[in-house]
């Protein structure tokens, strides 16, 4: 059999099973929960505006006493939130856990923190070697704006009948070609994703969509939230989500919801790699609901 050879190491890069860090080096994985509403998205830009990942590498550049770059399960839009984004970055710096944890909250602004930190082997890698991603996406469906956690919800002023909504979802379980529900700028080469559970309830004014695939294209779950609205609101039927879907194309689509109510909650890993696990949140939704549920 032919062997395959690992290529050249680089800061934070895939490792193939057999092969290790370079001697003096340590990977962490970290959780990180953020308002998206404080910062242009998650990646770091050239113009050099306030991102997630810009506060955190600074800030762990002052722990670690050594520039920091790191690598996330799932980069997200402005304005997108996250309650247990994982990272990875590689360091020459010996440091414990507390100190990844809060010496970097010590640097970092309110609207991001860090949850846990981890030493992982060089095998980990939060993008590649994650399985599943959960989001949620949550609506307040009053017939006032909320002034609280507004900036953590996209309201709906009109009526949602959540039965509606749960008819058209059965049509995107499964393994998809998800054309009509990715961004036209996405720049992923399959369009094909699986998703595992498509879950909604309502909470008084609160309705969680919660939904958990192997991987999303650009604009997916907020594609699929405003496709569901308006077969709630009662402006299409169920089986128009079939119909989208087959079209193959976005513009037979709906309207795509805004990026407030989306919060990124959960990641998969292999229990090889031993992360901790936390609950879902945001913090306001306080039961499991969907595939967290007992």
């Given at each position: 059999?032919?062997?395959?050879?690992?290529?050249?190491?680089?800061?934070?890069?895939?490792?193939?099973?057999?092969?290790?860090?370079?001697?003096?080096?340590?990977?962490?994985?970290?959780?990180?929960?953020?308002?998206?509403?404080?910062?242009?998205?998650?990646?770091?830009?050239?113009?050099?505006?306030?991102?997630?990942?810009?506060?955190?590498?600074?800030?762990?550049?002052?722990?670690?006493?050594?520039?920091?770059?790191?690598?996330?399960?799932?980069?997200?839009?402005?304005?997108?939130?996250?309650?247990?984004?994982?990272?990875?970055?590689?360091?020459?710096?010996?440091?414990?856990?507390?100190?990844?944890?809060?010496?970097?909250?010590?640097?970092?602004?309110?609207?991001?923190?860090?949850?846990?930190?981890?030493?992982?082997?060089?095998?980990?890698?939060?993008?590649?070697?994650?399985?599943?991603?959960?989001?949620?996406?949550?609506?307040?469906?009053?017939?006032?704006?909320?002034?609280?956690?507004?900036?953590?919800?996209?309201?709906?002023?009109?009526?949602?009948?959540?039965?509606?909504?749960?008819?058209?979802?059965?049509?995107?379980?499964?393994?998809?070609?998800?054309?009509?529900?990715?961004?036209?700028?996405?720049?992923?080469?399959?369009?094909?994703?699986?998703?595992?559970?498509?879950?909604?309830?309502?909470?008084?004014?609160?309705?969680?969509?919660?939904?958990?695939?192997?991987?999303?294209?650009?604009?997916?779950?907020?594609?699929?939230?405003?496709?569901?609205?308006?077969?709630?609101?009662?402006?299409?039927?169920?089986?128009?989500?079939?119909?989208?879907?087959?079209?193959?194309?976005?513009?037979?689509?709906?309207?795509?919801?805004?990026?407030?109510?989306?919060?990124?909650?959960?990641?998969?890993?292999?229990?090889?790699?031993d992360l901790p696990t936390l609950q879902p949140g945001p913090h306001?939704?306080?039961?499991?609901?969907?595939?967290?549920?007992?």
């Open positions: 059999m032919k062997s395959v050879k690992s290529k050249p190491y680089k800061r934070n890069c895939e490792l193939l099973e057999g092969h290790e860090l370079p001697v003096g080096i340590s990977r962490w994985a970290l959780a990180v929960e953020y308002n998206g509403a404080a910062f242009h998205g998650f990646q770091a830009q050239r113009s050099g505006v306030e991102t997630v990942q810009l506060a955190l590498e600074n800030a762990l550049s002052a722990v670690a006493d050594e520039p920091i770059t790191l690598v996330c399960a799932g980069r997200t839009d402005a304005g997108v939130h996250a309650t247990n984004q994982i990272i990875h970055f590689d360091t020459n710096a010996v440091r414990k856990d507390r100190a990844f944890v809060f010496g970097t909250n010590t640097h970092l602004s309110p609207g991001v923190v860090v949850r846990w930190a981890r030493q992982v082997s060089g095998q980990f890698h939060a993008r590649f070697s994650a399985v599943a991603r959960t989001y949620r996406y949550i609506i307040c469906n009053s017939f006032v704006r909320p002034a609280l956690m507004y900036d953590q919800l996209t309201w709906q002023r009109r009526p949602l009948d959540v039965n509606r909504m749960r008819e058209g979802a059965r049509y995107l379980v499964g393994e998809q070609n998800f054309t009509s529900f990715r961004a036209t700028q996405c720049q992923a080469k399959s369009p094909v994703r699986t998703i595992h559970h498509l879950h909604l309830v309502r909470r008084g004014e609160l309705i969680i969509m919660e939904v958990k695939a192997n991987a999303f294209l650009h604009h997916m779950v907020r594609n699929i939230a405003g496709v569901l609205m308006e077969i709630g609101i009662g402006d299409r039927e169920p089986e128009w989500v079939g119909e989208v879907l087959a079209a193959k194309n976005r513009c037979a689509g709906g309207v795509t919801a805004p990026p407030y109510g989306l919060h990124l909650v959960s990641v998969d890993f292999d229990d090889r790699f306001f939704v306080h039961e499991d609901i969907g595939g967290f549920a007992p």
